[in-house]
């Protein structure tokens, strides 16, 4: 059976969604991906900004080959209650996303290691990761970065004066 | 540009190997000709790693994706080789554009325009799609929407 990649409008924040950022803030839909330079610029823009933030993958395998290896490691993190500490740590520092870099990582967070290469690894994990890029495809997201904010798309980096927009002012 | 329902024309497509893709190509399976500007250009990079991200969906439904410009096929290897997608490259390049011309979507300014063309396995187009601008990159939604139309 083969997956639905039709148009759709982009799903709307559920309790599946990483989300963090006040409740009452602009809400912000970021599709990203941690290989990507200028996801990890419009990550630290944002966080700049007092903004209610969902966090979706997209990696795209051609261009960033280590893209999909560090989306699942950040699931496997968020299995153990630790995605935006794993998210924060890949865009830091972009230039180390080997393996042994993300098992670093890992301790570093102080995740049981065993546990975090089981779920990085498993069907559940890589079934999250598409189910995020699949939402992506049919909602017209074409490369990262993309914000979904106020109804419209904004592809790319955003400068501050529409960041602020965003953000309500 | 071309539109559903017309039968596809005649033309003839450098491949990589130095054979030509022909319209007798076309018969008995779907086609999905992605038409883009240049070989190395940042928008056209976007767009086929997308596709190549969703190739074995377009595989599932039955269709075979190629990316059709009217660069040498020896730019066009490279550009392939560079992205590391899979997606056979068709060359336009001698006579330059005359596909693109039988196509309908030659750009004045000498490129293809970002196009798609989805074709049945009777040779005939199903569903055509020309982007506002060069520069706009079409989702692959939209081609998973024009085949499942057909």
């Known amino acids: ?169 | 540009m071309i539109t559903a329902g017309s039968a596809a024309p005649e033309f003839a497509l450098g491949r990589a190997d130095g054979s030509k893709f022909t319209n007798a190509d076309l018969k008995g399976r779907t086609t999905v000709l992605v038409f883009y500007p240049f070989a190395f250009s940042p928008v056209c990079t976007d767009q086929l790693n997308l596709y190549e991200e969703v190739l074995s969906e377009f595989e599932a439904e039955g269709a075979t994706l190629y990316g059709v410009s009217c660069d040498a096929s020896w730019s066009q290897t490279a550009f392939k080789d560079k992205l590391g997608v899979s997606i056979e490259q068709l060359s336009d390049f001698e006579p330059k554009g005359e596909t693109c011309r039988a196509f309908g979507v030659y750009h004045p300014g000498g490129f293809p325009q970002r196009a798609l063309v989805i074709i049945g396995p009777d040779a005939v187009v199903k569903w055509s799609y020309v982007a506002d601008s060069p520069g706009d990159l079409p989702g692959a939604n939209l081609i998973f929407d024009g085949l499942q139309s057909v």
Not at chain 1, 22 to 41: K, N, Q
Not at chain 1, 70 to 85: K, L
Not at chain 1, 128 to 147: E, I
């Open chain 1, 1 to 169: 059976m083969s997956r639905d990649l039709g148009s759709a409008p982009v799903p709307p924040v559920s309790d599946q969604d990483h989300v963090r950022g006040p409740a009452d803030a602009a809400l912000v839909i970021e599709y990203g991906d941690f290989e990507c330079p200028y996801c990890a610029v419009l990550s630290a823009r944002l966080a700049e900004r007092r903004l209610r933030r969902a966090f979706r993958h997209f990696p795209v395998r051609s261009s960033h080959p280590r893209a999909w290896p560090a989306a699942c490691a950040a699931e496997a993190a968020g299995a153990q209650g630790a995605f935006w500490e794993m998210h924060d740590s890949l865009f830091a520092d972009q230039g180390r996303l080997e393996d042994p870099h993300l098992w670093e990582r890992a301790r570093t967070l102080g995740l049981d290691l065993e546990r975090f290469d089981d779920d990085r690894r498993s069907e559940a994990v890589v079934a999250r990761v598409r189910g995020d890029f699949d939402s992506g495809v049919r909602a017209g997201v074409v490369t990262t970065p993309t914000l979904f904010a106020g109804g419209r798309r904004v592809t790319g980096l955003i400068d501050a004066a529409a960041l602020d927009g965003l953000a309500g002012g």
